[in-house]
């Protein structure tokens, strides 16, 4: 499976982007789909997954109320809405797939790169 997230870009502090990951030749619907990111000098945290199939979702404390992550089922993707973005938000976003009986994320995709500027 070979993810690709789109989506990022520079938007000032306050501002709103859509990050989407979708996977070429097949869809993301049977798969939990995370999102994380990785600032410069840190580590890479995840900041949200959506779980096949229940379709529960998890969002990091540190952008809780402000990112929701859904399922596009028309477009076969995962979104990240982003609102309120801050620059702490600022950071090389990833998305990550995995299968019932994986136990961890097996699929990666290259990174979007957002710029929240104050």
């Known amino acids: 499976v070979q993810l690709q997230a789109s989506g990022g870009g520079l938007v000032q502090a306050g501002g709103s982007l859509r990050l989407s990951c979708g996977a070429s030749k097949r869809t993301l619907h049977n798969y939990t789909v995370g999102w994380f990111r990785q600032a410069p000098g840190k580590e890479r945290d995840s900041i949200a997954h959506?779980?096949?199939?229940?379709?529960?979702?998890y969002v990091a404390d540190s952008v809780k109320g402000r990112f929701t992550i859904s399922r596009d089922n028309a477009r076969k993707t995962v979104a990240l809405q982003m609102n309120s973005l801050k620059p702490e938000d600022t950071a090389l976003y990833f998305c990550?797939?995995?299968?019932?009986?994986?136990?961890?994320?097996?699929?990666w995709g290259q990174g979007t790169l957002v710029t929240v500027s104050s």
């Open positions: 959506i779980v096949w199939p229940s379709g529960s979702t």
């Open positions: 990550a797939a995995r299968g019932r009986l994986d136990s961890t994320y097996r699929y």
